[in-house]
């Protein structure tokens, strides 16, 4: 998934855009937490950089220090969730290649240096030392041609400016806004609406780059668009809606905070249907698992009639107990219904419900948006089985066709709009080829999982163990998993491009 954003500002002289990148981080951080990075571009095409595993809080040291290392009145950011590549400091982004030998180089197994290699390379084609607009528009061209998958990209360009494209599906979001300011319009792109916001957009400046289209932004001039490959559809990723994007965002015309209202009604209904009138009225409270899933809980709630409690206090994650805690007077003698986004593996949500009852809860009926498939703890288990698994009384999923029909309702294209759901269906939009997860599986160092998740699996899946299993994932989490942020290398690393 990510998060990127770039600035560039109408005043050349500036020094200032690491600011407004750094502050922009902060406010994607849930998009990425294994690394982050800065470049910037300032006078004569010097380029600045700082980037290293771990939160922008660590790599940037404390309030930002870093930061006024980094001078330019352009610059990019990144925030790196690994779907691709492993977790090596060489991954962490923006990626700079500033000679011709080094832009041919694959040094690391992340895609987008696949891909930023094959739009140098078709830059390096027109032969020239300075390229324009209408050049960048050309390559991009012959790029999409050359690849294929979902992709939301920013490049920087010493002399030029910055260059924003989409893949022709649409399904990687990212969206551009504009602020006047005294002498001219400084412009941000990002991963998600709010980045913008916060930069000072105003709404009517924020648009989606369409899928297909490329945007560039010429030092002192407006923002030039281009159709670079025509749509192949218009499918946005819908587990940004349901999980992955922040509530305050707007993707693609869908308020996110909306969209997980919609969910949590057509949840209500299943939930009604599946526990019938006697269970349902035994129901006491309705209480979300933070933080993605408290508006649909409050939907849930609301279309129940029935009382809403946050009874769980979400601190900094370390391990699940660390990460909430549960308030007893929300849960004693009560009838519980748990509202979630996902079950994934089951570790999480064992380790709540475990927690649900020793707060005092009578039972525990746990609602949840959707499941993953394959490895994960739903995969061949009937709700009862998972409901075991997980240490609930019931289980009550969520139909797809809910899920997609909670955001084709709020969506301005059309009530039959289509979205890129195969992180559940399994059936994506773009053609997958064969043996491509097998790559990834290998690539990732899988079959050498932390010990962590192993002990978690065990826990569960063996109830004949003297211990309780929720325990036995606790203690693996602390004793075994590596912690939650990595040690961490930074460089500034200094490039003339003789601008």
């Given at each position: 998934m990510c998060g990127i954003v770039a600035v560039i500002h109408a005043d050349t002289s500036s020094s200032s855009a690491a600011v407004d990148l750094h502050d922009a981080l902060y406010l994607l951080q849930h998009r990425g937490q294994d690394a982050c990075g800065i470049a910037t571009c300032g006078s004569g095409g010097r380029i600045y950089q700082c980037k290293g595993n771990g939160l922008a809080s660590k790599v940037f040291g404390n309030d930002g220090q870093r930061i006024n290392?980094?001078?330019?009145?352009?610059?990019?950011?990144?925030?790196?969730?690994?779907?691709?590549?492993?977790?090596?400091?060489?991954?962490a982004q923006p990626l700079n290649y500033l000679d011709q030998e080094a832009r041919r180089h694959i040094n690391t197994d992340s895609d987008s240096e696949i891909l930023l290699n094959i739009f140098a390379n078709e830059l390096?084609?027109?032969?020239?030392?300075?390229?324009?607009?209408?050049?960048?528009?050309?390559?991009?061209e012959r790029t999409y041609s050359k690849c294929e998958g979902s992709w939301a990209c920013i490049a920087m360009i010493a002399g030029l400016g910055l260059v924003g494209f989409r893949d022709p599906y649409g399904i990687r979001p990212i969206v551009i806004g504009s602020r006047v300011v005294e002498g001219g319009t400084d412009y941000m792109i990002a991963s998600e609406s709010v980045a913008l916001q916060f930069f000072g957009c105003p709404p009517e400046s924020i648009r989606d780059i369409q899928p297909g289209e490329a945007v560039v932004f010429v030092k002192g001039l407006e923002p030039v668009f281009r159709q670079v490959q025509p749509a192949a559809s218009y499918t946005p990723d819908i587990f940004e809606y349901l999980y992955f994007a922040r509530p305050d965002s707007i993707i693609d015309g869908i308020s996110v905070e909306n969209a997980r209202f919609k969910m949590g009604e057509k949840s209500a209904t299943t939930i009604k249907k599946e526990l019938g009138p006697e269970r349902l009225a035994q129901v006491d409270v309705v209480i979300p698992i933070p933080e993605?899933?408290?508006?649909?809980?409050?939907?849930?709630?609301?279309?129940?009639?029935?009382?809403?409690?946050?009874?769980?206090?979400?601190a900094k994650p370390v391990c699940v107990r660390r990460k909430f805690n549960a308030m007893s007077a929300e849960f004693k003698d009560k009838n519980v219904l748990l509202v979630d986004d996902t079950i994934v593996r089951g570790n999480t949500t064992l380790?709540?419900?475990?927690?649900?009852?020793e707060a005092g809860a009578k039972s525990i009926v746990s609602a949840i948006d959707l499941a993953f498939p394959d490895e994960l703890v739903a995969f061949s288990k009937t709700p009862v089985e998972i409901a075991r698994a997980i240490g609930a009384d019931t289980v009550i999923y969520q139909s797809f066709s809910d899920l997609e029909a909670a955001c084709a309702e709020l969506s301005p294209r059309s009530i039959d709009c289509r979205f890129e759901t195969g992180v559940f269906s399994g059936c994506y939009v773009t053609r997958v080829p064969e043996g491509y997860f097998e790559h990834l599986e290998r690539v990732r160092g899988r079959n050498k999982k932390p010990k962590v998740l192993e002990a978690a699996r065990r826990a569960i899946g063996d109830p004949g163990r003297d211990e309780n299993s929720s325990q036995a994932v606790s203690r693996a989490e602390l004793g075994s998993a590596p912690p939650l942020i990595a040690s961490y290398s930074q460089d500034i690393s200094l490039h003339n491009f003789n601008d």
């Open positions: 290392d980094l001078a330019g009145f352009m610059g990019l950011g990144h925030l790196r969730y690994p779907t691709m590549g492993t977790a090596s400091q060489s991954e390096n084609v027109t032969g020239k030392a300075r390229v324009n607009a209408e050049d960048c528009f050309k390559s991009l993605t899933a408290n508006t649909s809980a409050r939907a849930v709630a609301s279309y129940l009639k029935k009382e809403l409690a946050n009874g769980f206090v979400k380790e709540i419900c475990s927690m649900a009852r």
